[in-house]
């Protein structure tokens, strides 16, 4: 979700079924619901993103960057998501902090320790209930081994701090790796980027960000995601809360054991994250 990868894509130049708003990637057949935008260089009205014909936005429950000065977008705020609610529209959660040299996921599992908590908090002061996924953001192309040795046990770990807290999981990545992750029951929600995707659509994908495929709403450029189901992990503030999704997540021991993945500082941290994402429990 960066604006450098972003901005290259659409440098590439677009097709031109996109150009008559058409998904300018040709894909698997399935019936497209609606579309969502996502962005982070600042923030459309609600009522102009109702009138370019869009059911909402998936928004950032993290900080921008320190060196990102034009992500001032980041974070999604409970204005925000109350205009959207007044003009008909809903929101759903996504965390990235990092990207590139910097991803989240780096670190392991201890890694979700650290931005477990934000995600939680973040949501929760935009008005997100209980119930409601938040996507957990892999903005990569990742290998068999990186998924394995880093990016499972910080799915993991990041899931299970928000199964604690009372919050399903989506998972935000390219074909490959919501395969992967769905073989390892992480996830009731996935949303799906094109890197390294092989113009694949996956099946599971509730939202697909199609690369190139870009509009400008108040002065803001956004990207566009086809929508294929019902239920993409939308909430509006004031919502009632959902009932739990129980994930078949990893026992929190097994996590801790996990010594070749974290070490004895990560183990403490995720505790803590466990710790203060039971303190969000209603």
Known sequence: MPLNRRRFLATAGL??????????????????????????????SGRSVKAAGHLGAVRY?????????????????????????????????????GRAQTADWLGGAASAAI???QAIDLHRAAGGPTGRP??????????????????????????TALSVAGYATGVYGNYNTIEWAANDGIGTFFWMHDWGSGGRLHPRANIHQVAKWQTT??????????????????????????????LPNIPIEQLLQSSSEMSSQG????????????????
């Not at 409970?78 to 965390?95: H, I, W």
């Not at 938040?134 to 394995?148: S, W």
């Not at 956004?222 to 129980?246: M, R």
């Not at 803590?272 to 039971?278: E, F, G, H, S, T």
């Open 15 to 44: 097709t031109t079924a996109a150009a008559i708003g058409l998904s300018p990637v040709a894909k698997a057949q399935r019936a497209v619901v609606g579309t969502v935008l996502d962005y982070s260089a600042g923030v459309p």
């Open 61 to 97: 429950v993290s900080q921008p960057r320190p060196n990102a000065t034009w992500m001032r977008g980041k974070p999604v705020a409970l204005t925000e998501t109350q205009d959207f609610k007044a003009n008909g529209l809903a929101t759903a959660s996504v965390y990235q902090f």
């Open 115 to 117: 931005h477990a908590p």
């Open 134 to 159: 938040v996507y957990i953001a892999i903005d990569d192309n990742p290998t068999r081994a990186q998924y394995d040795n880093q990016i499972r046990p910080y799915l993991r770990a990041f899931s």
């Open 217 to 246: 709403i108040d002065g803001v450029v956004c990207d566009i995601n086809n929508v294929y189901t019902a239920d993409w992990g939308q909430w509006t503030p004031g919502q009632a809360a959902a009932p739990v999704v129980q």
């Open 267 to 282: 183990n403490a941290a995720l505790q803590q994250a466990l710790d203060q994402a039971r303190a969000f429990l209603p």
